[in-house]
């Protein structure tokens, strides 16, 4: 069984844009909750040469045997710049991406659990 969630949110006045989408499956091995998160924040800059920073990236990942449930964590933050009508704009962007899996065998193990890509 599978069900997707999916919402857009814009506030153009603000230049804010956020998508998300929730997606919960069961099979016979497990349960899964995958949560994916898109931001974005427009706004006018004046400069004239505009430097990009690297984006920052942070990954968790967690493992509970007694529990029998793993978890992922991925957030990319950064910024980028664009023209729109002659104008320099600067493009703020945070994407998480937050995976919970629940195995429901008796015996859980690193071994027995799934490789995320």
């Known amino acids: 069984m599978k069900e997707i969630l999916f919402k857009k949110k814009c506030n153009a006045g603000k230049g804010i844009k956020s998508l998300s989408i929730s997606q919960q499956s069961e099979d016979k091995d497990s349960t899964t909750l995958v949560r994916k998160s898109f931001l974005y924040h427009v706004t006018k800059t ?38 729109h009508k002659r104008l320099l704009l600067q493009v703020n962007f945070q994407h998480t991406l937050n995976i ?5 065998a008796k015996s859980f193990s690193i071994k027995n659990a799934t490789v995320l890509g």
């Open 100 to 104: 919970h899996i629940l195995w429901k």
């Open 46 to 83: 004046q400069e004239t040469n505009p430097k990009t920073d690297p984006p920052q990236i942070y990954i968790k990942k967690v493992f509970d045997t007694k529990k029998k449930t793993e978890k992922f964590f991925l957030k990319v933050k950064g910024a980028f710049y664009m023209t």
